[in-house]
């Protein structure tokens, strides 16, 4: 399957505008944002468990890293409300679910095959003050990516001109990129040596990117 998976493109996906799709697992669908191979993929996805939905037990051979979007996700390491960022390197494996139900942001095999650092954190514990109406915080780098999280004052403008590509989720607010509007859960994806100027809409933005990463994407060995 291949789903926005040229990545010298921009990609602009209005992810509450599309339909639900049924994983395998009886409770648990999925939007699909980008995608690159079947039930084994490169992935980016919106995911939404039903209440007392759950997968079974499994390894992530190529890696996990997901947003709490809403309600509490739940596994062997702990409940996970929302604004939780989580990376779970290869070789990690759990039981996931969500007894009250849950969304989540999801990337599968997005890793580096050698990093095993796995840890969770809320979004916002790091923020520092805001610098002309703009607040960021580091939530992991590495040699090949950058993740943050961004809030915005209304009408503040975040500006990125990095090597390698640049992925963003608008996770509360709105933003203006060029001419398009995006609002919550509105996700974009710029290519190499492409900037992104976002302006917070009247009511600011909350916002997750990732850059340099598009380089390294490239589907799970068959």
């Known amino acids: 399957m291949q789903i926005n998976s040229d990545f010298s493109t921009r990609v602009i996906v209005h992810a509450e505008q599309l339909a639900w799709t049924p994983s395998p697992m009886a409770g648990v669908d999925r939007r699909m944002l980008?995608?690159?191979?079947?039930?084994?993929?490169?992935?980016?996805?919106?995911?939404?468990?039903?209440?007392?939905?759950?997968?079974?037990?499994?390894?992530?051979?190529?890696?996990?890293?997901?947003?709490v979007l809403e309600g509490v996700f739940q596994d062997e390491y702990g409940d996970f409300p929302a604004g939780t960022y989580?990376?779970?390197?290869?070789?990690?494996?759990?039981?996931?679910?969500?007894e009250a139900g849950c969304t989540i942001f999801v990337k599968l095999w997005q890793f580096d095959s050698n990093d095993r650092n796995q840890f969770h954190k809320r979004m916002t514990e790091d923020l520092p003050p805001p610098v002309d109406g703009v607040a960021t915080a580091t939530l992991h780098e590495d040699a090949q990516e950058v993740v943050t999280y961004s809030e915005l004052d209304a009408g503040a403008t975040l500006s990125m001109?990095?090597?390698g590509g640049i992925e963003m989720l608008v996770l509360k607010g709105s933003v203006l990129v060029a001419n398009d509007s995006l609002g919550k859960y509105g996700w974009?994806?710029?290519?190499?040596?492409?900037?992104?100027?976002?302006i917070a809409g009247p009511e600011g933005a909350k916002l997750w990117i990732k850059s340099g990463h598009l380089p390294h994407a490239k589907a799970p060995a068959s």
């Open 86 to 98: 989580v990376r779970n390197p290869p070789t990690t494996s759990h039981t996931p679910g969500s």
């Open 34 to 67: 980008d995608r690159m191979g079947g039930e084994v993929a490169r992935a980016t996805s919106i995911v939404r468990y039903a209440p007392g939905s759950r997968f079974s037990a499994h390894t992530h051979t190529g890696g996990e890293e997901f947003v």
């Open 188 to 198: 974009l994806r710029l290519p190499e040596a492409e900037g992104l100027v976002a």
């Open 161 to 163: 001109n990095v090597p």
